[in-house]
């Protein structure tokens, strides 16, 4: 399953995506994960949630976020929730131009059984149809 949150710069999503994390935490029963480019949050989030931070390992780009996304679910087979908190910044591509990586993403996420929540910069309106099904 993928969920999108989604709006504005400056309208609190990764805020959102933290308390998501945090509340999913109480009810799981695998591992979670919280995937972002910077360190903002990190200590905002509960223990249990595997917090990553893709600037340290020089991901950039649609094609190596794909990968590094691929990578972090097969490296356990007790995922649960995954949260990528600033796709489009991570990506470099504007949300129009990510459909391949969402393709990806519902592909994993059925195969894998996991949860998948991404934040995307944008409003409703400038989100393309491959996204706004996940809302």
Same mark, same amino acid.
């Given at each position: 399953m993928i969920k999108v949150i989604y709006g504005a710069k400056g309208t609190g999503k990764t805020k959102m995506?933290?308390?998501?994390?945090?509340?999913?935490?109480? $009810?799981?029963?695998g591992h979670l994960i919280f995937i972002t480019d910077s360190k903002r949050g990190m200590y905002d989030l509960e223990r249990a949630v595997r917090f990553?931070?893709?600037?340290?390992?020089?991901?950039?780009?649609?094609?190596?976020?794909?990968?590094?996304v691929k990578g972090v679910?097969?490296? $356990?087979?007790?995922?649960?929730?995954?949260?990528?908190?600033?796709?489009?910044r991570i990506a470099g591509k504007p949300v129009q131009e990510l459909a391949s990586f969402f393709y990806m993403l519902e592909k994993v996420a059925k195969s894998s059984e996991v949860?998948?929540?991404?934040?995307?910069?944008?409003?409703?309106?400038?989100?393309?149809?491959?996204?706004?099904k996940y809302i």
């Open positions: 995506m933290i308390d998501a994390a945090n509340q999913a935490v109480e $009810n799981a029963k990553i931070d893709v600037s340290e390992y020089d991901v950039a780009g649609e094609a190596a976020l794909c990968g590094f679910i097969a490296g $356990n087979h007790d995922n649960e929730y995954v949260f990528i908190d600033g796709v489009v949860t998948v929540t991404v934040s995307v910069s944008a409003t409703k309106e400038e989100l393309p149809d491959f996204v706004t």
